[in-house]
């Protein structure tokens, strides 16, 4: 798993427990794998079509940072397939995992578009 995003938790991150809000940890991941699948399928019409079961295991307080980690599971025809980790940096205790982020690309008229990819790129391999 490569981890890509840190984030502080500050506190209008937090819920009424004092904790790191799960919604706003969703909404960081959700836009986390949207700028990768952005950049893996060069097409800045790509959105979220599903995520699997999500797994709280733990939390994060004030202070802390917290790390988003992705994996590319698998290329589909307009799809990407993602699984995402979420460490707090501190603890390296697992926050969150979702096991499955299926991103898709987009024509003009908002119909999946085939991408023609077929395995990670690296921005350093593109510019030679």
């Known amino acids: 798993m490569r981890f890509h995003t840190r984030k502080w938790i500050k506190p209008e991150d ?3 427990n004092g904790t790191l809000f799960g919604g706003r940890l969703l909404e960081w991941i959700d836009e986390e794998c949207a700028l990768y699948s952005i950049v893996q399928l060069e097409n ?9 079961e999500i797994d709280f295991k733990s939390s994060a307080h004030q202070g802390d ?6 994996e590319v599971i698998k290329f589909g025809t307009a799809s990407l397939t993602l699984k995402c ?4 940096k501190m603890t390296r205790e697992s926050i969150i995992t979702i096991d499955k982020i299926v991103m898709v690309a987009l024509d003009k008229n908002g119909k999946p578009k085939p991408h023609g990819k077929t395995e990670v790129e690296f921005v350093k391999n593109r510019l030679k």
């Not at 940072?65 to 992705?70: K, P, R």
């Not at 980790?85 to 707090?88: C, Q, T």
């Open 14 to 16: 937090l819920n009424p």
């Open 85 to 88: 980790e979420v460490r707090n």
């Open 44 to 52: 800045p019409k790509t959105v979220t079509k599903y995520m699997s």
């Open 65 to 70: 940072i917290v790390e988003i980690g992705i």
